[in-house]
């Protein structure tokens, strides 16, 4: 590799230089670097050309080999030398500052006599050193970078002003940087010069520049960042009021609001308003995520604002453009819980009638957003004094389901379930049973989370109107084609299993696996294998009713039968683990270990798995005497089948092995016997009673006496 690449070490163009250097550094992680340090060493300190000595230092060795570099007479292996110092010291913290005590010389000279892109690298050595070090040496370079730092505030190039914002935001955050040093020698310029219009502009400069004020704000409080950026939330420019707002919500999110005075918060609360109101673009994120951290912080503090939020949210739900309307729906569900803190159960319910009257929604994201509202608002009043009434609400929700589009399905699903769980007796039965039909359908949507929703609210339906009808439903949709739909209907029973106890659903399900179609017959069995891994130790009261028919299913020729058998072995045997259920897992072992030989390898996995859990049921001695049988056959496939088998077994369980090895007597050439561990054993038991009869010797002559 050497070889290939060393013409390309001192190449006169310095983008081959880099891609090799960028090569040398694959190579040094591949084959460790120690292989790679003499040739490093010679490189680094090559006399031959500059661009082999900027090679050699962009691979960011070890920091003796590069720091003479600090000194080199070319400026860009200074530059890179700096960088790469920056970039060790960046992976080694927070240890390591003895190992950079040699280049803090240089590099302090460097940051006073340097300008430009060498200052900027030389900086952000330093910024990366100082969080290494000891909290009073922290202090003192801090101070004495920070002069540096402040005069380069002003600097025009975008470059160096992402570096110094991220000196500072390392410098911030060392432990011997004072708060008040913070808040009287860098906020004013810092402000002054970066927190301008231009800055929200560039994405990098705008996040540098948000987590930097946050960290500046772990040190001198929430009150004194928010005081120097509040009015700016009414500033013209929407970017840098989405800047600001970012930079709130993180402050609030991390520090709380309690050192926020009414006077700010009045100033807050105002300046939040007018910047969602104002809002123009498509992204509105970064404010509502504002506006729920702020009042959730605030709590109780909030209710003087309420009535206001609330009038502004129905004058935008009347409004003609579908985004505004949109972002109304959108706050609603966000501060619901905030509103029912403050005790305005009066208003959410207003609300909550306007919202239901918006269902008619023609726009797909809005009638999302509303849907979305009306959960937040349903899950903070509750059923009883929810307006409109549950009764209401849920048959303008029926239709809703036929909906087409993934966020109208997430948020109508959400709600349907939980009326189902938590209000189920104010629905008549027929209209759960009108929702069942609906509900089929979702289970072929696209997206996880809709077919999740989906099934638990199977659950609660089966436990408000009892399992029979429920059931019904599903085992005839098991006749589908689409397996998706197939395999979301077997979890949806085991669920109903799950909720209405197994016993109302087994002999419907076991009764099911005479149906003569293999869709069904697989989703009978695939149901078993949820059903008993929801269940667990439930299954010891319904094995020996299922042991039958997976005596059948495991003797079958469809190999995808006997590999859902085998997955349903697998959860039962885990599940009954220590109950006593013994009889019924050997028997089921002997049917399970004959596809140990099975080419497939879905099946095998399943067969694997399935022995694993009868390890964890019966005990490795058992599995290893199946095992003995074929680790020694004359077979090569058929020995490392066992012998595969044995090492997931040794893995597993090394240490309950010991006791089934078998006893061999001692031979000639071998002494099989370990007669030293035998005399530890019997050493320990003599300490241990003997400890016994110290402790028990008072309680005897007590005795005695008496």
Partial sequence: ?????????????????????????????????????????????????????????????????????????????????????????????????????????????????????????????????????????????TKGVMQILIREFQSPDEEMKKIVLKVVKQCVSADGVEADYIRNSILPAFFRHFWVRRMALDRRNYKQLVETTVEMANKVGVADIVGRVVEDLKDESEPYRRMVMETIEKVVAHLGASDIDADQEVLLMDGIL???????????????????????????????????????????????????????????SRIAIVMKLCQEERLICHLGTLFYECLGEEYPEVLGSTLG???????????????????????????????????VQENCIGLVGRIADRGAEFVPAKEWMRICFELLEMLKAHKKGIRRATVNTFGYIAKAIGPQDVLATLLNNLKVQERQNRVCTTVAIAIIAETCSPFTVLPALMNEYQVPELNVRNGVLKSLSFLFEYIGEMGKDYIYAVTPLLEDVLMDRDLVHRQTAASAVKHMALGVAGLGCEDALVHLLNLIWPNIFETSPHVINAVMEAIEGMRVALGAAVILNYCLQGLFHPARKVREVYWKTYNSLYIGAQDALVAAYPALDNDGANVYSRLFLLKGIIKNCLFFLFSMRQAMLPLWTMRASL
């Fill in 1 to 141: 590799m050497i070889a290939t690449m060393r013409p390309d070490i001192d190449s006169t163009d310095e983008y081959v230089r880099n891609t090799t250097a960028r090569a040398f550094s694959v190579v040094a992680s591949g084959l460790g670097i120690p292989a790679l340090l003499p040739f490093l060493k010679a490189v680094c300190q090559s006399k031959k050309s500059w661009q082999a000595r900027h090679t050699g230092i962009s691979n960011g060795s070890l920091v003796e080999i590069i720091e003479h570099g600090l000194n080199d007479e070319n400026q860009k292996v200074r530059t890179i030398t700096a960088l790469s110092l920056a970039a060790l010291a960046e992976a080694s913290a927070p240890y390591g500052i003895e190992s950079f005590d040699t280049v803090l010389r240089p590099l302090w000279k460097g940051i006073k006599s340097h300008r430009g892109k060498v200052l900027a690298a030389f900086l952000k050595a330093v910024g990366f050193i100082i969080p290494l070090m000891d909290t009073a040496y922290a202090s003192y370079y």
């Fill in 274 to 332: 007018y910047a969602y109101q104002q809002l123009t673009s498509d992204d509105s994120n970064v404010i509502l995520n504002g506006f729920e951290t702020v009042m959730n912080a605030l709590g109780q503090r909030a209710k003087p604002y309420v009535p206001q939020i609330c009038g502004i949210i129905k004058w935008n739900l009347n409004y003609s453009s579908a985004k505004v309307r949109q972002r109304a729906a959108d706050l609603m």
């Fill in 373 to 407: 509202a009306l959960k937040a608002i349903v899950n903070v009043v509750g059923m009883t004094k929810m307006a409109p009434p549950i009764k209401d609400l849920l048959p303008r929700l029926t239709p809703i389901l036929k909906n087409r589009h993934e966020k």
